[in-house]
């Protein structure tokens, strides 16, 4: 690990829930480190696998999901959220790549504790880890990308597609 | 700086600022040929000329610029390619600073603009507006948030704080590259309103609504109007009677020829979306009072649903064990039944000379103490009008039966109503007796030993006796026998879960249904045209529910003020051109009539083709993640806008600090 390795982690707040609640962090004046990047979304169920590879290929060495959990405004895309960073956790797993780096977590508009603390956790785990191995992102990040391409062919989603690549 | 235009316009910054500029000269060298090489790839790769991009950097009057070098930022995001005008304003919101963006789209034929001031809530519409002045479509601007994400949260970091300023700026030109002009979204407008729910936030909703000339059709699914409010003798703080109230709201909308009043009635399926919901209600509108299925098409639907008291377990707090253990509605009903004249208090053929209000029964549960609901869940919020519920009744009491002595068992006492806090006050000079208890340490409601329930009227001791840790006298535990206990109870949500499922309504983790925000859009929910009104939303007093009916029908007429409804252009659509009719994207969407696909002809064959539609689209984007080919997307939000982003936050930027570095922006 290198000295003085500062994390980059990248936030994808929820438009309703965790973007407020990182703004209500600045207005109680608390802080966190200015390498945390946050992102304004309606809802993080929009990004395919490997939106989240890349971002770890372009030297993201964290992710967190700053979702509205159980109190997200759209029928069903929680749960369908939760089933795709569950696929990508095992993807990575497999392929290497250390699943601390992810977290889906759920913030309100007023969490600020739970804000700093899924930081000051990711933090945490990044600095043990150390920078992310970019190379082998992008690797997974083009398996992700043909295992969509192949759900495409065979009209299946997830990880229905892995298992059934690997029966044919 | 050929064609940057810099105006820091802040005086004793040349020492600081001449450095930066010596230094920077080599390096905007450097910038100018990649700028030029990337222009000669767009154009060999015929994609169109890089856009003109005006980035306005906010002081915010130092809440901002006390922390960020403001005027570095400038400079730096100056160099971002696209950027062609970086300014600092000390306040971007005033007049002066949205003239300046307006004036500079006109004037320097800006195709982009992005401002990085405070969070988007609080501006992004006012510099939208600001985009539109100058006749450059609103959707290609982006909001950058340095203060409350910014300046506030790295105070004692402003170099990392100037640092990110530039990154996050430097995404916002790069999700701004692959922006694309939106309209909003034009739909007609029915305009008729839906009010489910006859209590009295039903009532003044539609009441407030036909005054503005609105057609409203108002669904009761008993046989009365008024709601809870009928089981309520005087209501505090007024002191009127309920009844009154109720009587009131009713001639007001019975006698409008503007409201049609189904009572016995149900709304059975709703679907469509703003302006154009297609309902269907059952109720005895058949021949002779038979039941029977009308369609009735509306604009805005509110929601008045109201709320259930809390219905105590079997054996909670001896309920339905001991004949004289009764909630605050039975309580209440008992009050009101008994005959005016009568000199002593009797109940279930018991005399009472004592009774024990308590406080939080069904509300502010607590993990481990208290049992949860049958679906696991427990209240662990403040039903917020039960302490003054018990403090009004508990006052009446002693007034009307001076020789009936009233105990008060509370966690913690909430009358924070105007009006309501007199109650308290007045509790106590008129003698009833205050225990508080640690909700950790729950208080215990027994039989008194060797008091038999049938007990003859002669005795002494209450049947019941309640032992509490008492904080008031620091933690002594302390035993007391009554004859009766009022258990308050507090509001649970109207069973309205199939409502919820056919308008997708969302809920809180309470179950009532949520608001998009509490302070900015109360009453609003994220389905767009249907609002909330009353205790269909939180626990609320009469007082509130009104307010809140009363914000939803107004907030409702403002809806029908267009002929047209508008909607966000934030919704899916999909790339024919890439499409391949796959379908993975219907699986994903959970709102009917959103996402299909159609028979198309495409080169002189039929395909299949997704399609998307727009007013019944809300805008989660699960479609897109599946999409094999990136055919669909989120417009305003799409998947290479957030990589172009992420992309821009990892470009190498000078630092922040007093060296500026030679770095390749590329
Ligand atoms: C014991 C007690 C005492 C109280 N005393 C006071 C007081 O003194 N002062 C005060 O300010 N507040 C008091 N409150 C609060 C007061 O009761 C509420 O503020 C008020 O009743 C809220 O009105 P509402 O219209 O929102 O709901 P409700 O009164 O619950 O009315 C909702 C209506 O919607 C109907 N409905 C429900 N579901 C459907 C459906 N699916 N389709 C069609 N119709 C439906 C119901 O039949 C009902 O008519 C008290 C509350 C309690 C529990």
Redesign the pocket.
């Known amino acids: 690990m290198a000295d003085g390795f500062t994390p980059k982690i990248l936030v994808l707040a929820t438009e309703k829930c965790a973007y407020p609640g990182a703004d209500a962090v600045g207005k109680a004046h608390l802080e966190y480190p200015s390498e945390v990047f946050i992102l304004r979304v309606l809802s993080p169920v929009l990004f395919p696998e490997d939106y989240y590879l890349r971002a770890y290929s372009k030297g993201i060495d964290g992710i967190i999901i700053a979702s509205c959990g159980s109190d997200c405004p759209y029928h069903g895309a929680y749960e369908r959220l939760a089933k795709r960073i569950d696929d990508l956790t095992i993807h990575m797993k497999d392929g290497g790549l250390e699943i601390e780096r992810m977290r889906l977590t759920a913030i309100c508009t007023v969490c600020i504790k739970a804000f700093l603390k899924e930081i000051a956790e990711m933090e945490e785990n990044l600095i043990k880890l150390g920078p992310v191995d970019r190379a082998l992102a992008e690797k997974l990040r083009q398996e992700s990308r043909q295992r969509l391409e192949f759900s495409g062919r065979y009209g299946l989603t997830g990880n229905a597609a892995t298992a059934e690549r690997v029966a044919l | 700086m050929s064609d940057n235009t810099h105006s820091t316009g802040q005086p004793g910054k040349e020492d600081h600022e001449e450095a930066v500029l010596k230094d920077d000269a080599e390096y905007r060298q450097q910038h100018e040929t990649l700028k030029r090489q990337q222009a000669e790839d767009r154009e060999r790769a015929g994609v169109p000329p890089e856009p003109k991009v005006g980035v306005y950097i906010c002081r915010c009057g130092g809440n901002i610029s006390d922390v960020v070098d403001v005027e570095r930022v400038a400079q730096v995001v100056g160099m971002v390619p696209g950027v062609t005008v970086s300014k600092v304003h000390t306040f971007m919101c005033s007049d002066p600073g949205q003239h300046t963006i307006s004036n500079d789209i006109l004037e320097q034929g800006l195709d982009r603009v992005v401002v990085a001031s405070c969070s988007p809530f609080l501006h992004e519409q006012t510099f939208r507006g600001a985009v539109s002045r100058g006749n450059l479509n609103p959707y290609l601007y982006e909001h950058v948030n340095i203060r409350e994400q910014g300046s506030w949260a790295h105070k004692h970091d402003p170099e990392g704080a100037t640092k990110l300023a530039i990154q996050m700026i430097t995404a916002a030109v790069g999700k701004l590259h692959n922006a694309q002009p939106l309209e909003l979204i034009k739909l007609p407008n029915h305009r008729k309103a839906l009010v ?7 009532m003044k909703a539609a009441a407030e609504l036909a005054a503005r000339g609105i057609q409203v059709i108002l ?4 046989e009365r ?5 009928n089981d ?1 003798g ?4 007024s002191e009127t009677l ?1 009844g009154d109230l109720v009587n009131d709201l009713v001639r007001q909308v019975r006698n409008n020829p503007k409201i049609d009043i189904l009572l016995n ?3 059975t399926a709703v679907d469509g979306f703003i302006g154009n919901f297609k309902t269907v209600i059952e109720g005895p509108f058949g021949p002779g009072g038979g039941f029977d299925k009308r369609d009735i098409v509306v604009g805005a639907i509110i929601m ?4 259930r ?1 809390y219905v105590p377990r079997d054996g909670e707090f001896l309920y339905r064990q001991d004949r004289c253990v009764v909630t ?2 039975e309580y ?1 009903q008992m009050m009101q039944s008994m005959d005016p004249k009568a000199k002593h208090l009797e109940y279930n053929g018991r005399t009472i000379r004592s009774v024990a209000f308590l406080h939080c029964v069904g509300s502010r549960q607590l993990d481990g103490i208290h049992e949860p609901q049958p679906d696991g869940t427990l209240n662990t919020y403040c039903s917020r ?2 302490c ?2 018990i403090l ?1 009744q508990a006052v009446a009491l002693r007034k009307r039966f001076p020789q009936v002595q009233v105990y008060d068992f509370h966690r913690d006492i909430r009358t924070y109503g105007r009006g309501e806090e007199e109650y308290y006050t007045e509790a106590s000079k008129a003698g009833v007796v205050f225990f508080r208890y640690n909700g950790e340490e729950p208080l215990q409601v027994e039989r008194t030993p060797g008091a038999s329930a049938r007990q003859s009227n002669s005795r002494k001791q209450g049947p019941i006796t309640i032992t509490v840790k008492d904080m008031l006298t620091w933690g002594e535990e302390i035993a007391v026998p009554v004859d009766m206990v009022v258990l308050g ?1 507090g ?1 649970m949500p ?3 879960e199939d ?1 919820v499922e056919s308008i997708k309504l969302p809920t809180g983790e309470d179950h009532f249904l949520q608001e998009v925000h509490p302070k900015l859009r109360p009453v609003e929910v994220s389905v767009n045209g249907v609002l909330i ?4 939303q939180a626990p ?6 009104l307010n809140a009916a009363g914000a939803a029908a107004v907030k409702a007429a403002a809806m029908f003020a267009h002929e047209m409804v508008e909607l966000n252009p934030f919704v899916a659509s999909v790339d024919a051109s890439l499409c391949c009719g796959e379908g993975l994207c219907v699986t994903q969407c959970d709102y009917e009539g959103a996402l299909q696909l159609v028979e198309k002809e495409v080169d002189g064959q039929m395909v299949q083709r997704a399609e998307v539609n727009a007013g019944l689209c809300v805008g989660c984007g699960a479609c897109v993640a599946v999409c094999p080919h990136r055919a669909m997307e989120l417009n305003g939000w799409r998947l290479d806008q957030f990589e172009a982003m992420v992309d821009g936050l990892m470009a190498e930027t000078p630092h922040a600090d007093c060296e500026p570095q030679l770095v390749n922006l590329g």
Do not use: F
Request: aromatic share 4%; hydrophobic share 35%; net charge positive.
């Open positions: 489910i729910g006859g209590g009295i936030a039903g669904v009761e699914n008993s109007l008024g709601g809870r409010l309520l005087r209501i505090y703080p309920a009635s149900k709304v008045a649903t109201g709320y008291p605050t509605p209440i009008t039960c003054s519920t009004h109870v509001m109207s069973h309205i409502l009104a009353g205790t269909a609320m007093n009469i007082q509130e529910t």
